[in-house]
């Protein structure tokens, strides 16, 4: 049973991360009226994910192995795509609080409120399907065993509470902090779904390299421990990881973290205190 | 919310076409536990094959269908908690292959040869 509810809480932990912090930034930036948009896209892709499993699992057809990688592998590139933009668009909000420390943050978002709920839907759907899979699996297997079911949702439960405390904890940080935490937080979760990403390319055949291993650390890190499900659950860390995999996470934490410390670091000698006019010398 | 329902209608279709029968398979079953794998019969006749993965131990497992030379995975079936049962479906060509169980997704797994025969 721990090792279902394991699965369960590994599948939905990244998802629950990511739009606890959502939700975080659109009650933080004044964007409540957003929250519905919000929820449709996570609703949709739990109930396309679940209808999609059902039928795979109950129908008489089943989803080849190089089509499951694939879409797994794409919807995890795609969905880094999307969360990249995010954080970007988290990193124009902290820059427009210059000056204003202690301020509301009101931004317009308009039409980024549809791209919003399609970060929602990319974070809740790249897993989704498998997860869904699992479920059904599980469900299917009641006739003999209720415990894994249990299991399963009980590791789900224990995400999405995760995710509320993610919520709760950030929404009560003051503004430049909030975006710092969640927006740093937010690159090593996409360089982990990018890395994630090219492993499954790697396991269809698609991409090269997944027998050529930068470190193997599975001995210390076992897949199956609790550290190694919350490892694997959050920032996607792989005990086995490839040297393409790696190559991706550095080629992505490096850049995308360094113009977002530079997007969102205040211009110190200019705006470190209000009153003070930067100008003053000339 | 024109354009998730649109792209959500594209990613049903891509993945209905992407499906495999498993109708007129060839049922192997596989009983994976934390020390052993049983695969059987270990030949069958090329064409639709159905691996009935069974989990009978403590941690979660993984099934494996590897080329002759053991590295190339022709097929892998993921996410096997204790109690569960999966089936992967593929097509396979006769030649030699390899199954492998990972209990406790760790190592190479629990190996063995896999012959596909010429269909009759």
């Not at chain 1, 509470?161 to 975006?179: C, E, K, N, Q, T």
């Not at chain 2, 009983?31 to 403590?58: H, I, K, M, W």
Request: aromatic fraction near 8%.
């Amino acid at each position: 049973m721990f090792a279902n509810y394991l699965i369960g809480l590994r599948e939905g932990l990244e998802a629950a991360l990511v739009v606890g912090i959502l939700v975080a930034y659109l009650v933080r930036s004044d964007n409540r009226a957003l929250l519905p948009r919000l929820w449709a896209g996570v609703g949709a892709a739990v109930a396309v994910s679940l209808l999609l499993g059902a039928v795979l699992t109950f129908g008489p057809r089943g989803l080849s192995f190089e089509a499951q990688e694939a879409i797994g592998g794409t919807l995890s590139i795609v969905a880094v795509g999307f969360v990249t933009w995010m954080i970007f668009w988290m990193a124009r909000t902290a820059r427009s609080l210059r000056g204003e420390l202690e301020g509301r943050v009101d931004v317009a978002i308009g039409a980024g409120g549809w791209s919003l709920a399609l970060v929602a839907v990319f974070a809740v759907g790249r897993e989704g399907l498998e997860t869904a899979l699992f479920l059904w699996t599980a469900t299917r297997a009641t006739g003999s065993t209720v415990e894994p079911l249990i299991g399963a949702m009980f590791g789900l439960a224990t995400a999405v509470a995760l995710g509320i405390l993610i919520y709760r904890g950030s929404v009560h940080l003051d503004l430049r902090r909030f975006f710092a935490i969640t927006g740093g937080l937010l690159v090593i979760v996409a360089a982990g779904v990018l890395s994630y990403g090219i492993h499954d390319l790697q396991e269809a055949g698609i991409l090269p390299g997944l027998n050529s291993l930068a470190f193997d650390v599975s001995e210390t890190v076992p897949p199956g421990s609790w550290y190694g499900t919350l490892l694997k659950g959050t920032i996607n860390f792989s005990a086995r990881t490839t040297w393409l995999e790696l190559l991706a996470w550095v080629a992505y934490v490096v850049p995308v973290l360094t113009i977002f410390i530079r997007t969102v670091r205040p211009a110190r000698p200019r705006t470190s205190a209000v009153p003070v006019p930067a100008h003053s010398g000339s | 919310m024109r354009r998730p329902t649109q792209i959500l209608a594209v990613a049903l279709l891509l993945v209905m076409a992407a499906c495999t029968s498993s109708e007129d398979a060839f049922p192997i079953d596989v009983r994976s536990s934390d020390d052993t794998c049983e695969v059987a019969p270990v030949t069958a006749p090329g064409g639709t094959l159905a691996f009935t993965v069974t989990n009978d131990g403590s941690a979660e497992t993984e099934f494996y269908l590897y080329a002759a030379d053991g590295t190339e995975i022709i097929s892998e079936v993921e996410d096997i908690g204790p109690g569960l049962s999966r089936t992967m479906t593929l097509k396979a060509d006769p030649g030699s292959y390899i199954t492998a169980c990972k209990p406790g997704m760790v190592g190479d797994g629990i190996r063995a040869t896999f012959t596909v025969t010429d269909p009759g």
